[in-house]
């Protein structure tokens, strides 16, 4: 398995985590983030799920997905609508759901799959030490707010602690 990067810079943020990031609505009218994630199974082919927050999550979920039109270069969102029930929910307050198939049916219809998914080599291993304080890039759809040109999420630069 590959390095996390130590230093990502913005182009690397543009290119990786705010394209693995989608808007998730669901039957409260709350919004809130889903990353997708992929496993490689060989060189060419990889699985990919939705993840997020198993508390967010209620009887009907939304997914927003965003797309481009090849012929005409027009960006729209194909919404994909949810049960709780078809997502695996962990213990650890996780929730994930199998995405591969939204990807193919973009794909298959000859329109352009805008999003990425986050591959092991973006996870830190569980023996890596990340230190005690460190800038952070947040990416929310706080409130739902969303950037109507390419569909990317609000981010902004914080300081953790722990």
Known sequence: MSKVPTKLTLNDVEN???KAVIIIHNDKNESFNGTIIG??????????????????LTDENFI????????TD???????????????I?????????????????EEEGKLFLNTALGPNMV???NEQ???FD????????????NSNNFYPLSYVAYTAS
């Open 130 to 132: 990340l230190p005690l």
């Open 39 to 56: 496993i490689n199974i060989d060189e060419k082919k990889m699985i990919t799920f939705l993840v997020t927050a198993s508390h967010l």
């Open 16 to 18: 990786t985590i705010f």
């Open 135 to 146: 800038k952070t890039i947040t990416i929310t759809y706080f409130d739902g707010i969303i």
């Open 74 to 88: 027009k960006i729209s969102t194909l919404v994909i609508r949810t049960r709780k029930f078809n997502w695996k």
């Open 124 to 126: 830190p291993s569980q």
């Open 90 to 106: 962990y213990d650890n307050g996780i929730a994930v759901l199998p995405f591969s198939v939204v990807i193919n049916q973009i």
């Open 64 to 71: 927003s997905v965003p797309y481009k039109d090849k012929d």
